[in-house]
């Protein structure tokens, strides 16, 4: 018996011809589920070729801003590195201003341990060391300034450089050093 199946197929119905069934009944489930399998893959790589272009698109943004955000960076630190500087001088002239007040303070001290006939006519101080220069009317008072020096608590002695006679006063004059308390 011959049978014949008057129902028009998808094929027909679409494209307009028939296509032999070449396909066995049992192989079509699973060449259904391939095919499904294929068009998943197709559909989920498309989806990933999407948002791995979205990924690169925002990665072009981020690299944008990200490059504008070190140059801000590189001025802030231009600025740290300013105000470092500044704060430095600032901290250089604070010290400098107190190194002042505490040279008039040992040079009025010096000038204090003078006798009333001597008298300074230089005075070199550097970092610690302090020379002095001066003249009197008598060699006596060049005695008494370097043993008055010498009991200065900020200096550890008094020594005499020089004296000589001074025709022109009539005295003498004398170079004397103060060695730094260490």
């Keep these: ?47 990933q070729h999407v948002r791995l272009d979205a990924a690169d698109r925002d990665a072009g943004t981020l690299g944008r801003r990200l490059a504008a955000a070190e140059r801000d960076v590189a001025r802030v ?18 010290m400098f201003r107190r190194s002042g007040a505490l040279r008039a303070g040992e040079i009025a001290a010096i000038g204090n341990q003078l006798p009333a006939d001597a008298w300074l006519t230089s005075l070199h101080a550097d970092r610690n060391a302090v020379a002095l220069e001066g003249g009197s009317v008598r060699l006596a008072a060049v005695g008494m300034t370097i ?26 004059t004398y170079a004397i050093a103060l060695e730094p308390r260490r």
């Design 77 to 94: 630190r231009a600025v740290e590195r300013d105000v470092a500087r500044l704060r430095a001088l600032g901290d250089r002239v604070a």
């Design 1 to 47: 018996m011959r049978r014949i199946n008057y129902i028009v197929t998808w094929s027909e119905r679409h494209a307009g011809v028939a296509l032999p069934t070449t396909i066995a009944p049992a192989l079509r489930a699973p060449l259904a589920a391939l095919a499904s399998s294929i068009a998943f893959v197709i559909v989920v790589w498309g989806i």
């Design 147 to 172: 043993a008055g020096l010498a009991r200065l608590p900020a200096y550890a002695g008094a020594r005499l450089i020089s004296v000589h006679d001074d025709p022109a006063t009539s005295g003498v």
